[in-house]
């Protein structure tokens, strides 16, 4: 009986293992999968978009520190629109409509999806907002950020110009 | 027939150092002679001419000369095996084997190991499925899509046995394909023999641009050999709305 009990908590414990642990993907590797909806008329998904280098960000429309990045993020996807470098600003908010609100009161001009189910926050396993990473051409994790300065603009303005040139 | 080319290629070599070693010999002899000439120029007469003709022997003294700076010039000297094989050895190479080879039988034999990579690839998919997903418990779900006059499909998800095996959002990509003819494959798993449930749930976007939402149900059963089955979308043209329908193939 107690062997029998042993068992299944090891057996629990093994699956339960991977959620328990689950960490953020490391650079270098391969971005995880995912597809969302999208605040245009389709739904996008990351692994159809190799080719073009994609800045992710994490943000929600109640996230205070969160305007600096998204603003910074604008700025740089106008830079280098046309070396093929995308940018999405995934939300974490629950209701679309407070996204939408934020939207149209400070003008974002990039491109949202919804993460309303935080499956995908949680794949990144995302604790701070915002949060970003950059996918290459390739689809590999180049950088992941916690976090945003206003001195980090210069980091990102680096990076992608030197993957824009690879 | 590579031995024959390789003795030509090798002849062909001989014959372009004799003929280099030949004309540099000559312009080293016309140089000479030019010099042993010019200084006497006025004072020569035809007798002479013929005289110094005749002394040709002393003009040849030239050729150890030209002989000693022929190192010089064999070092210019670029192997015709180089060029032709890229090595100067061509026996016992890999590369010259290679190079030996008409284009046309490397591009076929490139040809039929793509292919074999391609057969082994095909093989090795279709073992990791047996492997994975028996027959006796195989269940396929597709989804095939041809309603685009009246819904615009955003997602379907599945649900069998009121348990949830898949979620699936469209990308713009994919609907082109679907329209095109694409049946896709939504779901592969075990089931085990016995009566069972499938539910799919269709999001999108309905006529005059509303969201619309459907359920179809069916209720199948599981036998010992795979089963298929199909979600389809159609145009209903009477109606004007889109109709779902599952669908067993046997």
Redesign the interface.
Known sequence: MLRTLNCIIIGLAILVSPIAFAKKPPIGDKAPDF???SDG?????LS?QKGYIVAVVFWASWCRSCPVQLKALEQLQKKYADFGVKVWAITLDKNRADTQHYQEHKGLALTVLYDETFVVSERYDIDDLPSSFIVDRDGVIRHLQNGFEPTDVNTFDTLLQSLVSE | MNAINHKLARLFSALLLVSLCSLSTAADLEETVDLDVGDDLEFIEIDDILDEEASAPAATVAIPKANLEAPAEEEEFVDLNMILYGTENPNGDTQTAMADKDPETMQQEMQSLKEKILQVNRDLFILEEDLLFPSSTQVNVFVSYDALEYFQL??VSLKINDRPISN??????E?KAMNRGAVQRLFTGNLPVGEHELVAVVTGVGPEGRDYKRAVSMAFEKTSGTKYIELTIEGDDLRKQPGFRLKQWE
Do not use: S
């Open positions: 597809t969302l909806h008329p389709h739904n996008l998904r159809e | 955003d997602g699936h959002l469209y990308t713009e990509r609907l």
